[in-house]
Structures are given as structure tokens and as C-alpha cells.
Nanobody
């Protein structure tokens, strides 16, 4: 059974940076699309970014383009999300998820087989 464990969340002032990590185990990491999702208070999780398994192609939500960078280290079964120029609206629980196929509606969680338990990011104004 696949497992994902997020880390790196915390409290940061607006304009600051955080780096989230997602450590994977229990499945063939290289073959999986990995996504990061943010669940703001009172809302459903929404896709922030994802990275492909085959060519490392990345996708970003418009709200984070130019500020967030997703990367993966297949040797260590880890995906990172570097978050810069953070805004209060970035506040939420950040989850990573893994899927063995890419779905065009990935940002709604479609195609994701495994989910982590999340890490809280709070951006103060």
C-alpha cells in the first residue's frame, strides 16, 4: 500500500518562503504523477501543481505561477514544493497525492491513488 508523508509546513509572514517535502513509499515512485493540493479553510482541496512521471513536465495553477516550483527526486522518492512570495490566500493544509495515470482533471483529485495526511501552511499578513 502506497504511503505519502508531507513535511515542511508552518507559520510564515506574507512575502516569505517555505519548502514542502513529500516522501513516498510502497509503490514504484518513478511511474507516478505527483500532485500538490491546498485545502483552504472551509473549502475543498484544489490542485496547486503536479509533475509528470515520464518527462518531468510540470503544471501550475494560475494563482501560483511564478511563485511556486515543484520538483522531484526519483532517487530518493521525494517531491518538493518550493513556495516563494507567499500570500495570506495561500493558507491551508497542503496534501501531496500520487497517481499512476495523468487525468486532465487532476486539480480536482481525479487520477490520484494515494494521499498524504497533509501539512499546515499559515501565511500571516
Amino acid at each position: 500500500e502506497g504511503q505519502l508523508v508531507e513535511s515542511g509546513g508552518g507559520l510564515v509572514q506574507a512575502g516569505g518562503s517555505l519548502r514542502l517535502s513529500c516522501a513516498a513509499s510502497g509503490f514504484t515512485f518513478d511511474n507516478y504523477v505527483i500532485g500538490w493540493f491546498c485545502q483552504a479553510p472551509g473549502k475543498e482541496p484544489e490542485g496547486v501543481s503536479c509533475i509528470m512521471s515520464s518527462d518531468g513536465r510540470t503544471i501550475y495553477a494560475d494563482s501560483v505561477k511564478g511563485r511556486f516550483t515543484i520538483s522531484r527526486d526519483n532517487a530518493n522518492n521525494t517531491v518538493y514544493l518550493q513556495m516563494n512570495s507567499l500570500k495570506p490566500e495561500d493558507t491551508g493544509v497542503y496534501y501531496c497525492a500520487a497517481g499512476n495515470r495523468f487525468d486532465s482533471s487532476w486539480y480536482r483529485g481525479y487520477g490520484m491513488d494515494y494521499w498524504g495526511k497533509g501539512t499546515l501552511v499559515t501565511v500571516s499578513s
